[in-house]
């Protein structure tokens, strides 16, 4: 049968990665200062995000700026500012389709096709969500590798990761794994139409009725056949 526990298991852990990618979009920790030539005391930190550069003083005061022009942009943050978008409405809506899906819900009534489609499609719904954060993530991943170690870029300018790095990498397996679970769960065709696993077990007003066992002969090898006139 289908593991309830496991898909509301599963579900839960994509709605978190979806919360996770929520927050790595608003969060300005995508590239920080970088501390190189043993300059390990600085006056400030300065944080990089998609939205917006931030600049935080030893003395706790932060000042936040958002960026003034989108095309000036380079490229990875332009794709990166679609692509989380595009990952936050996708997960919104996987979460949707997941609901209506899920084994212990009314919706769909008591189709099992129906539900055990509509499954199938939020599972990779969420696969997809995470693959559209683990792009803009790798994406700027590599380019912040890549210019610290060019010799031609200043070092003022050289960044690190940030922690929203590696928490879109955490977000994105999260949700690529919670919705391979959840597709898993959907219980497989044969040719004739019946379940070979999943949703068995439930009455279905809709499920057609089994056929009778044809009659068995009766046969006495004990007795002898005598007949009577």
Known sequence: MVNTGMQLISFTCAVTGWIMAIAVTAL??????????GNILTSEIRWEGIWMNCVYQTTGHMQCKTYDSMLALPPDI????????LAIFMGWL?????????????????????K?????????????????VLIPISWTANTVIQDFYNPSVP???KRELGQAIYLGWAAAVILMLSGAVL???????????????GYIGRSFA????????????????????????
């Not at 990166?80 to 978008?85: E, K, P, S």
């Not at 509509?118 to 693959?131: E, K």
């Not at 057609?208 to 002969?217: F, G, L, M, R, V």
């Open 206 to 229: 809709n499920s057609p009725p089994s056929a009778p066992d044809p009659p068995k002969p009766i046969t006495s090898h004990s007795l002898p056949m005598r007949e009577y006139v």
């Open 28 to 37: 300005p920790q995508w590239k920080v200062s970088a501390f190189i030539d």
């Open 116 to 132: 055990a489609g509509i499954a199938l499609a939020g599972g990779v719904l969420f696969i997809l969500t995470g693959l559209c």
């Open 78 to 85: 332009q794709a990166a500012r679609a692509l989380m978008c």
């Open 94 to 114: 996987s979460c949707t389709v997941s609901c209506c899906g899920m084994k212990c819900t009314t919706c769909a009534g008591d189709d099992r096709r129906a």
């Open 155 to 157: 070092t003022m300018h």
């Open 183 to 197: 597709s898993s769960t959907c219980p497989l065709m044969e040719r004739n139409g019946r379940y070979r696993r």
